[in-house]
Antibody, heavy 121, light 106 residues
Framework: QVHLVQSGAEVKKPGASVKVSCKASGYTFTSYGIGWVRQAPGQGLEWMGWISGYSGKTNYALKVLGRVTMTTDTSTSTAYMELTNLRSDDTAVYYC??????????????WGQGTLVTVSS | EIVLTQSPATLSLSPGERATLSCRASQSVSTYLAWYQQKPGQAPRLLIYDASNRATGIPARFSGSGSGTDFSLTISSVEPEDFAVYYCQQRNDWLTFGGGTKVEIK
């Protein structure tokens, strides 16, 4: 069965960086992509970007462009999302989710459990 | 950016009643629309993709319809486990989510 297991909660100060991991199992990692979606406390869902597990191609949302980097390690079937220059409004639960290998314009069929990132001085 | 507007914001129902949730797009998204269910403290769960296709393992009481700018999700007879927040999401022009509809117990 498909599983996406994310790294644990993080507390960061404004201006710092955070790197969240998402380890995939139960499917061929390079046959799919990984999207990242975040949810601020009590708010809705916001797409951040996508990376192809096949080619490493990325697409990022304009709101985080320049601060976000998504990467993969195909040897361990793990995707990573790094967000720099953190601000208080980056406080959210960050989810990884499985999507297609060739386009960021995706529907996500399996999701990780979420990683809470808290930005506070 | 395509804006998705969901209505109502909250739907109060008793178990066994029919639920109809609406999602309206600011411009056409063809049939590239999905619906997700999210319960407190959990990740979203895919229910419907491409407007009307049930995802794997989703009960038949969930159905989706629509095309262009107007879409709906129907739960034919609400079960106790269906009380949750529901989000629509389009993938026609990048990717955006609606603001959600909370289905609560009346």
């Amino acid at each position: 069965q498909v599983h996406l297991v994310q790294s644990g909660a993080e507390v960061k100060k404004p201006g710092a960086s955070v790197k969240v991991s998402c380890k995939a199992s139960g499917y061929t990692f390079t046959s799919y992509g990984i999207g990242w979606v975040r949810q601020a406390p009590g708010q809705g869902l916001e797409w951040m970007g996508w990376i192809s597990g096949y080619s490493g191609k990325t697409n990022y949302a304009l709101k985080v462009l320049g601060r976000v980097t998504m990467t993969t390690d195909t040897s361990t079937s793990t995707a990573y999302m790094e967000l720099t220059n953190l601000r208080s409004d980056d406080t959210a639960v960050y989810y990884c989710a499985r999507g297609p290998p060739d386009t960021a314009m995706a529907t996500f069929d399996y999701w990780g459990q979420g990683t809470l990132v808290t930005v506070s001085s | 950016e395509i804006v998705l507007t969901q209505s109502p914001a909250t739907l109060s129902l008793s178990p066994g009643e029919r639920a109809t949730l609406s999602c309206r797009a600011s411009q056409s998204v063809s049939t590239y629309l999905a619906w997700y269910q999210q319960k407190p403290g959990q990740a979203p769960r895919l229910l419907i993709y491409d407007a009307s296709n049930r995802a794997t393992g989703i009960p038949a009481r969930f159905s989706g319809s629509g095309s262009g700018t107007d879409f709906s999700l129907t739960i034919s007879s609400v079960e106790p486990e269906d009380f949750a927040v529901y989000y629509c999401q389009q993938r026609n022009d990048w990717l955006t989510f609606g603001g959600g509809t909370k289905v609560e117990i009346k």
